[in-house]
Every structure is written in structure tokens, then in C-alpha cells.
């Protein structure tokens, strides 16, 4: 017989037909499938079968774990905000609890172990509110797993998909909270529940102003009955919403190839304007209209291959070319090698592009034919049809129950099955209603702002959590103060870094504890102009995200001011950046009647442009406000007269680029700067697109084409199963793609093989003999690191192999004859020897050499 104590925290809690019973228990015991219990208040013992009753442990039942939880109370003993009264509510709320059940997710938070996938979940098939592919992927790992990961970069959806969620929680008889660390992202969930008519099942509590608030202004339950379906009226709506289901499943793979391939052209047509502004083509060369893209590059590398071995074309070439290469002129054999591979480069591009627009078209009638909108439309509705024919089953001819704000804690249980969605902050949510609710699900939203002491407090009334967030915005920010003090405890704990305070919001501690949690990013974007999402996509996102917004205005997408050169900024305020924006943005864009906002890094220049704009429509504020608002323009004004690390923030700065909708206006100071940060990347992405003249004595490079020739290349060498035909190069190659996929270096691309004399723009720095060697069809680069945001070289690489490049060699004098080249150029060259060692190293720190 097990004897029941009562320390603060109990070790177990018995429930008797699913009601926790524990305080009034004695003792228990089972005998032959029977549990004999004994009451506390009589003595007297009672018999139940023994499915009746659970016992269920507690999370806390190791050393460790109590630790952890110990450490979360201490730090809500530290951090938490105090009432005029000088109560801290939110170390109450950990003092109230008094059990943690080992079911719930908080359980493995706390012993750092991941749960396991549920044994039975059937696909989710309705989806009320739409869905895309990578939403319906979200879902369904919500469903499929206690705890999941969806991951929502900015206008990607996140809200549809919790909305989706709910839906399908409610029509399984399960309970939701939806939580935020503010209110206004709850909110946003209710509204779209109320423009739906099914906010009835809802209700936004957490604070104590929020729970006077719906106690003052509970609603009826509206007239249900147009909801109800006959079972053969939802049977026939079942097959026709899992026809259209799979239907749509379908297209939305054609639609997101479609998204993908428009961005393509775009890009590709966009280089080839850039090569025809550096490639002067002094002849034309007809070629056969049905000759292919890969037939050019073939063609490319023949005469590349011709002129390193001297030769001539011979009256066998002459015949075959126009067989294998759709060469139709005979003045082509008369015309140098350069010149050559710049006309089929410049044939590459023109029939590429027509390759992807016949490509485009194809894709378009497909989906042109099978009405995607109006189909999508009939699927949301028969999908809305049969959620809300379970909400008339479960709530037509009944009312709402009067509740009182003491009944939200003595009635909870009522109250949950009348709600069975809550609204609350992570703050306030264990307060919303009694201690011992326990939620089906938690939905945890914008969870990078969540700090881990109420994330901790969500996730201990949660049966199955889904963290919803996006680490590549801002997280929730920790003062220095509050830092040291909450680091102090840490220490004195000895936890595991994913628990410590001061850097980590809910969302980095989950995906650090638990690298393999099963994680959906929400790839498909529809708010942005293609051009200004796609810089985000490219440097934050790492080319993931599906852009399926489109452009809707004629206006520029992209724009830089630069003021006049000069220390403007003072005390964190620029006026000479806000003159700029009154009298030269606002009337030179035509922003008097449109919807724009100003962002900035700084408080001080928000108060100064907020003064400026008083009595207008026009929002200004800080970044970090701005986060989950939009405007057809945004404009950003980055304050600094040299950009500091706070304002170059990639957070920060991928926040405030994705509020604009139509059109960015960047606003700097017009100081020369040659730092190679966030922000000279996205004036260099600027530049690129808007085919702004940059000083430069280097060419862009055509990235597009030089990837196709090298994928080209390597299938003609894929004989020898090699990138190069050095395995000392192949090897290099692979530890550069290899350092190139971290974060940190994300936004560098590499090409190999690069021909010398297609990088400088003029050889007017160099001698004779230079020059010369420059231009020689044989001189490349063996790599070659470039920006591709800007499509500017960052760093050549050699490998050299020991003999070959010995100094006193002749290869050892054209060596230093490169190196005093890309010194003149002003291009960072990196030479590693075949018998060196230490190269990962030594490739990470020169490029981060080239970013300062």
C-alpha cells in the first residue's frame, strides 16, 4: 500500500473517471483488478474498477529535473513584474504549482528528451481556412507529434495554418490555447475566428483586463441551423472535399514550380542585360532554331578545349558543327576563340530563357485549365462546411453558460467544454483558468519573442505543444541587467546552455535541446514584390522560400538615398536623413496618398520623426514595433554615419525590408564605406537590380551562366568522377561548399575555373607582359568566391601543387605575376599547397578578412 504525502510538489496524482482526486486521498491500493482507495475526510474506502482509476508520475521524478524547475522559480522570482501591491504574479504562478505531470510536454523540456511520434494519426484532409503545401505539412506534424516545430518566415501564412489547427483540434473534441507572448497575435487569431462567425467557441482571456473584459461582454451562441447537413448532404461533401483535396494537392506543386521558374527568368534576364552591358559582341552568328541550351554549353567548352591546345578548326569540325551545335554561318570558324565564346554565351542566355518561358507556358496552361482560384475557393468552402456541421452538432439549441471571473477557476471544466479555445499570453495563461487544465494542445505563436521563463509556464498546462515562430526575426530582448542577474543563477545551477535566459528565446531553446524535432518551414510567400522578398530569401532564408506574390504596382521595388557625405547623426537622431525623406522621397516617389511607413533602428529617431509627422496617417516607429505590421511602402532610415552593428543586425534588418510590400526606400548616409556588411548587401542587391553604375574594376559575375557551364563540365568529366581534374581541387571544392553552407557565409557563392581576363573590367593598370598574361586563354582562377546579392568577386583560391608551383618554377613566377595582378585589383587571394594542412581554418578567416 502506497502511503500518499503531500510535499509542495507531489510525486504522482491519482484521477478517478479522469478527475484529479489526489488532496483527498489517504491511501491506495490494487488488489485483482480492483483499486481499493481510502478518504482522507471519513476514513472510509471505496472499491473501483481499475481502468477507473489513473496514477499518474510526476515530471519532476529526477534530481535533474527538479533542479531545472527550481532554477525557471528562481529566475521568475528575478524577473517577473510587479503589482502597485508588490505581488510578482509571475513567480505566484510558479509557486501554484503544485504537480507537473510526466504526460505533459514540459516533462520532456525538463528531462531533454524528445517524444515520440503518436503510434495512429491520419492524414489531415480538411483545411477550412486553405492551405498550401508546406501549411499542410505544418499540420499534419502538429497532429502527427506531441511536440513540432513550424517555422513562419514573414507573410508565409503562420496564421492560416494555427487557424487550420484549431479547426481540426475542435472537430477531434480537443482543447486549444493559443498563445503569445503579447496579446495582439492572439487577437489577430480571434479576429479571423470572428470574421468567420465561429468565435463563439473562443475566448481571449490571460490578463485580468482581458477576463473582466469577456465576463462583461459574454455572447450567445448565434442561430446554427443553416449549418447542418443531412448525413448524405456531408457524405457527398466528405468525397467532394477529398477529391478536390488531392486535386489541389497536385497543383500546388505545378503552382510552386510555376513561382520558382518566373523568379528564374527574372534573375537570368536580369544577368544578361548586366553581360550585354560588359560584352561588346562585334559579329552575329545564326544558329538553327531548334538548337538547345546544353548544346551551347557543349559548344562552349569544344572551343574552350580548342584554343588551351592551339588547334585550328579542321574541315571535320566544320562539317559536324552544324549537326551538333546548330551552327548555320561559315564566317563563325573566322571569328578568335574569345570572341566566340562570348557569342555562344550570349545565345546561351537568349535560348535559355526562351527554353523557360515555353517552360512557363506550359506550366500556366495547366493551371489555367484546371481554375486553381476558383477551385481552391469550392475546397475552403465544402472544407468550412464540414467543420462547421460538427460545431452544430456540438452547440445548436444550446447557450453559453453566465460566468462569473471566480467561475473561470471554480467552473473550468464547463467553462472548457463551452471554449474549447483559449486566448491568453504566455504570462498569463495558467491564470486564466484553474491549476489543474490541462490543454490538448498549445499553440505557442511568434515564439522567438517568448522568454523561456513563461514559455516554460505555457508548456506545463500542455499535453502536445506546437512552438510557431521564426528565429531569423527579432527575439525577445534581455537587458544587461536583467542578463547578469539571470546569468548569475544559471551558473550556480550548472545547466545545459539551452536553458539559459539572457540568449535564448522558447523557440532557440527547443530547436537546440531538440535538433531533430520535426520542423516545417513555411516556405510559400505571398506579401512582398518578388524583388524585395527575394533579397530576404537569398541572404536569410537560404534560397527556401516559394515567391507566389507578385508585383502590383508600377513603382520601383528597390530604392537607395544617399545623403550628402558627412556625420549627420547625433545622439542616435538624424535630421539630415528625415529632411530627405520630407522633401526629396515623399514628393519624388508620389508617397502623398499611399499607405507608407518609416522604420528605424533607433528610439531617438522614431520620437524625432514621429514630431516631424504629427497629425498625419504616416506610422513611424522603431524595427523592432514594426514586427507583424505591413505597408504598401516602407521607408528606412538607418540613422548611422557609419552603419553600426545594431542597425546591421540581419534580424533586424530582414524584419525591416519584409514590412514593405510594393516598394523599399533605403535611406543612408552618403559616407564612402567599404564594409562588407548586411547592409552593403542589400545597397549592392539594389544596385545589381536597379543596373545602377557601381565604381567598379571588376565584372559582375554571371553566375547563371558560369553554374550551367560548370554542371556542364562536370557531366563531360563525369567519366573521371570528379569536380576537377585535379583531386586536389575536388577536394577544395568540397570543403568550400562546405564552409559556404553555414549561416555565416551563406551569401557567397563559388565558380571554378574562372578565366582571368573575364574578371577585370580593364587591363589599364597592368604592363605588357601582364597584360598578356591576363588575356591568355589559359590563365583562371582555379576558384572563384563572389557575393551573390551583388554578384561581386569576394576572393580568388589557388591550389598549388608542391613541384609544379615550386617558386623558382616558371608556373612559380606566373604565380607571383597573379598575385601582383589581384593585388592591383584590389581582389583577397587565398593559395593553398597540396602538402598543406589547417585549410577550413584558414578559408574561414579570410573570409571573414574580406566582410570587415
Known sequence: MHKNTSPQLKSQAIYIDGNERTDEIESYSFEGGKCVVVYKNNGKSYSYHQNKIQIVKSALKTQKAENIFSYFKEIAET???????????????????????????????????????????????????????????????????????????????KTQTILNIIANAVMNNQTVAVVSSNNSATKNVFEKLEKNGISFMAALLGSSQNKKEFIESQTEIPDLSDWSLSFEEASALQQSNTLLFAQLSEKLELKNELAYLKLEIENIETEYQHFSFANTLFAEVRFKKNVSSDQLLSLWITIENYEQLGKKFNWWRKLTFPFLYGVRDKNFYELSYQDLIRLVQSKYYTTKISELKLK?????????????????????DVSMQLFKNILHKRYNGKQHKEYTERDLRSRSQE?????????????????????????????????????LATGVLALSCAKRAVIVGDLKQLPNVVDAQTAQ???????????????????????????EMFPDIPKTLLKEHYRCHPQIIDFCNRKFYDNQLIILSEAKTDRNPLVVYKTVAGNHARERMNQRQIDVITQEIIPQQSLEDVDFGIVTPYR????????????????????????????????????????????????????????AKDQLILVVNGNESEKDNNISDLIRYIDYHN?????????????????????????????????????????????????????EFSKYGVVLHFPLRNLLLD??????????????????????????????????????GYEYHRKESLQGERDQMKNEILEKYRVALLRFSTTGSGERERLIDALKTVRK
Open 79 to 157: 524577473i517577473g513584474l510587479k503589482t502597485e501591491e508588490g505581488n510578482n504574479i509571475l513567480a505566484d504562478s510558479y509557486e501554484r504549482i503544485s504537480f507537473i505531470p510526466e504526460t505533459l510536454i514540459l516533462s520532456n523540456y525538463f528531462n531533454k528528451k524528445q517524444p515520440e511520434k503518436n503510434e495512429r494519426s491520419s492524414p489531415i484532409e480538411i483545411f477550412p481556412f486553405g492551405f498550401n503545401l508546406s501549411q499542410k505539412d505544418g499540420v499534419n506534424n502538429a497532429f502527427s507529434y506531441p511536440l513540432s516545430v513550424i517555422e513562419g518566415p514573414p507573410g508565409t501564412g
Open 415 to 451: 467553462f472548457i467544454e463551452d471554449y474549447p479555445v483559449i486566448m491568453s499570453t504566455t504570462y498569463s495563461l495558467r491564470r486564466s483558468l484553474a491549476e489543474n487544465v490541462m490543454y490538448d494542445f498549445v499553440i505557442i505563436d511568434e515564439s522567438s519573442q517568448v522568454d
Open 763 to 800: 587591363f589599364d593598370k597592368l604592363s605588357e607582359e601582364e597584360e598578356r598574361y591576363a588575356k591568355h586563354h589559359a590563365t583562371h582562377l582555379d576558384f572563384l568566391i563572389y557575393n551573390k546579392l551583388g554578384k561581386n568577386p569576394v576572393l580568388a583560391i589557388e591550389v598549388d
Open 485 to 511: 542577474k539571470t546569468d548569475f543563477i544559471f551558473q550556480s545551477y550548472q545547466l545545459p546552455e539551452a536553458y539559459r535566459y539572457s540568449n535564448h528565446s522558447l523557440l532557440s531553446s527547443i530547436t
Open 691 to 743: 543596373f545602377d553604375i557601381v565604381k567598379s574594376e571588376l565584372h559582375s559575375i554571371f553566375d547563371h551562366l558560369y553554374k550551367g557551364y560548370e554542371e556542364k563540365r562536370r557531366v563531360l568529366l563525369s567519366g573521371q568522377k570528379k569536380k576537377s581534374v585535379f583531386d586536389s581541387e575536388n577536394l577544395m571544392y568540397l570543403l568550400i561548399n562546405e564552409v559556404l553552407s553555414h549561416d
Open 604 to 659: 531617438n529617431q522614431t520620437s524625432a520623426l514621429q514630431n516631424t509627422f504629427q497629425g498625419t496617417q504616416i506610422k513611424a516607429d522603431t524595427v523592432d514595433k514594426f514586427q507583424g505590421r505591413e505597408n504598401d511602402v516602407i521607408i528606412l532610415s538607418t540613422v548611422d554615419n557609419e552603419i553600426s552593428d545594431f542597425t546591421d543586425n540581419p534580424n533586424r534588418l530582414n524584419v525591416a525590408i519584409s514590412r
Open 360 to 380: 512557363r507556358q506550359d506550366l500556366e496552361s495547366a493551371l489555367q485549365d484546371f481554375s486553381f482560384d476558383e477551385k481552391m475557393k469550392d475546397y475552403t
